[in-house]
């Protein structure tokens, strides 16, 4: 008995040992669907890695950037993994601000990576310096119920001149549904987001090719102008607070005829669980002028390592964990094929299962390859980026005008007083930044 005491203490010592020396990994993400169903599975990697422990610090997407940045700007270290996005990772890396991801494992297989979604996240030495948990562009969400009551047939790729009439026609004020839901809460990676990427299909720019702001150009006031009414029209009350997730709590919950914005909501709006009209939706590509640019973006969420994190190893297993196959499958076990993370892998395309059992998955995919970050306008530009202009100031610049474009949205202000201002602040900023003299 006293030898099976010993040993039974020696075993237990070895345990708290191993405990007591077990790495955390504090992860900082974002408050979407996709990222909470990941804090929900980190127990399956835990398991398979009990000298690895993970802390999470789940943000709202305006201030995840705010606090993400800041640490890694000043070196703060308060995280080991950063969910950063398409904007962040080459510039960062540019910067010496993050790890290459070396070692993701000999059956991580990048090369199954979207080459669209793979190319943002590559620096200019070729390698990868962020893996992406997923991809998205954007897409038009309707319902099919309304859009047929209406008496109207949705295109697969439709005008901004269809989907206003649409919209108008679908909204019915007594039963609190509205036409269209778009995106007015300010914000770079808010309402910029989509207001840049619907202003490339109405011809407008940020920039010229010498760097020259264009809000003072018609392009612009045809595209704030266009959004603003339509959406005193058709769209909700309040709009000009809400983003993602409060467009798709009110499309879930019936109340939006259409709705624009990521495609990675798709599998949200389609699941009965969550979904009021989860067997009423249809998917149709982004909206154009017939200038020959859609209003869709190209974008991921990815998993990046700071510079300076003594736990980079340990860091570099769960991004491979959570960014690969294997966590596609455990996934599809969990909760069904139709929720694995989308626009990341070639092979979840191909993968028959998934189309069965996704709807969207074509539509998404087309939406994601039709993006061009190179050429992302009518007329010629000297940046890269489809919803936002891959440059340092452009995360305040951008939250600045968005500031300026909501306010006009919510009437307390005109839209040629946010424009002018929008134009006043851009000169300015890319002044001081030496782009223009």
């Known amino acids: ?20 020396h077990a790495e955390t990994l504090t992860i900082a993400t974002v408050n979407n669907g996709d990222m909470i169903r990941m804090q929900g599975l980190t127990s399956e990697f ?13 943000l709202e997407e305006n201030v995840l950037r705010e606090r993400v940045t800041t640490d890694i700007a000043t070196k703060g270290g308060q995280y080991d993994i ?60 309707y319902r099919k119920d309304l859009m047929e009551k209406a008496g109207l047939t949705m295109p697969d790729a439709p005008t901004w001149e269809f989907v206003a009439d649409a919209a108008r026609k679908m909204t019915d004020r007594a039963n609190d549904i509205n036409g269209i839901c778009l995106r007015g809460k300010a914000g770079w990676g808010e309402n910029i987001a989509f207001l840049t990427a619907t202003s490339n299909a109405f011809g407008a720019r940020w920039f010229d090719e010498k760097w020259q702001p264009q809000f003072d150009q018609p392009e612009w006031k045809n595209t704030l102008d266009f959004y603003v009414k339509l959406m005193n029209d058709a769209g ?39 979904s009021t009209v989860a067997d009423k939706v249809g998917f149709a590509l982004a909206p154009d002028t017939g200038l020959g640019k859609r209003g869709n973006w190209l974008w991921a969420w990815n998993l990046a390592i700071p510079a300076g994190s003594q736990k980079t190893a340990s860091a570099e297993k769960f991004i491979s964990w959570a960014t690969s196959k294997a966590y596609a499958e455990l996934v599809a076990s969990k909760e069904g094929w139709a929720n694995v993370p989308p626009g990341t ?25 039709a993006a061009d970050p ?26 600045t005008v968005g500031q300026l474009f909501s306010a006009a949205l ?9 424009l002018k201002q929008a134009q006043d602040v851009s000169v300015r900023e890319m002044t001081r930044g030496g782009y223009i003299k």
Not at 8 to 20: D, F, W
Not at 50 to 58: K, Y
Not at 410 to 418: I, K, L, R, T
């Open 374 to 399: 190179k050429a992302p306008t009518v007329k010629p530009v000297p940046y890269v980026g489809v919803q936002f202009v891959a440059i340092p100031e452009f995360q305040g610049l951008g939250t």
């Open 1 to 20: 008995m006293k030898l099976k005491s010993v040993l039974l203490g020696a075993c237990s010592a070895i345990v708290l040992a191993g405990i007591a």
């Open 410 to 418: 919510a009437g307390q202000m005109s839209v040629d007083d946010a």
């Open 82 to 141: 950063m969910t950063i996005g398409t904007y962040e990772v080459p510039i960062w890396a540019k910067q010496g601000w993050l790890v290459a991801l070396d070692n993701l494992g000999a059956d991580y297989d990048v090369d199954d990576l979207l080459p669209a979604i793979r190319s943002g996240l590559t620096g200019e030495d070729g390698k990868l310096y962020a893996a992406p948990f997923y991809g998205e562009s954007s897409f038009i969400m």
């Open 345 to 369: 892998r070639t092979s979840l395309y191909e993968n028959a299962e998934y189309q069965k059992a996704a709807p969207f998955a074509k539509m998404t995919l087309d939406s994601i390859n």
């Open 46 to 58: 835990t398991t398979a890695n009990p000298d690895i422990q993970v802390e999470w610090v789940t």
């Open 236 to 274: 909700p009350q309040g709009a000009s607070s809400n983003g993602f997730n409060e467009n798709l709590a009110l499309f879930q919950q019936g109340k939006c005829g259409m709705w624009i914005d990521a495609t990675v909501a798709a599998s949200f709006v389609t699941n009965p669980k969550d």
